[in-house]
């Protein structure tokens, strides 16, 4: 009857552990999303620098806002076509202090994004402050909305 007793007792404070190893492990996904949606918005980057229809509809949701400093907003077609067309065209992007915290099946993305412009032939500087939502939309990453604005000077 001890024997069983303690069988019983080890096997619960076996599943305990388990358990409590279960629970470390669901914070893993977490750096794992981070890492993945620091990569969507590097590929976002490039992707802005070098702009293709393709490789920018991967990345960004069909249900798109994209705010602009200047108080413009874009949808998804209007985004694409004006970085494809050259309206709006980078030169470099520099992105800098860049924090992301996820909720859930988004994400939160701040940085401050400096670049050299040449949007429709005009050559330009930027320097402004980015908040980005993402989305996890079918196992991929996608941004949802933008807002830009001007650094204070």
């Given amino acids: 009857m001890f024997r069983k007793l303690v069988l019983a007792t080890a096997a619960v404070v076996a599943a ?42 991967q990345l960004v949701a069909d249900d798109l806002s994209y705010g602009h400093s200047g108080g413009r907003v874009d949808t998804k077609d209007s985004f694409i076509g004006d970085l494809v067309n050259g309206k709006s065209d980078f030169v470099t992007i520099a992105i800098t202090d860049q924090t992301i915290k996820i909720v859930g099946n988004s994400a939160i993305v701040r940085h401050t994004l400096t670049a050299d412009t040449n949007d429709s032939g005009k050559p330009g500087k930027v320097q402004i402050k980015i908040l980005g939502v993402w989305q996890q939309q079918g196992g991929s990453w996608k941004l949802l909305a933008r807002q830009a604005v001007r650094v204070a000077t």
Avoid: F, H, K, Y
């Avoid at 990569?39 to 070098?50: G, Y």
């Fill in 16 to 57: 305990a552990a388990l358990a409590g190893c279960a629970s470390n492990m669901s914070a893993a996904p977490s750096v794992s999303a981070e890492q993945a949606v620091a990569a969507a918005a590097e590929r976002l980057r490039v992707a802005m620098i070098d702009p293709t229809p393709a490789a920018l509809a």
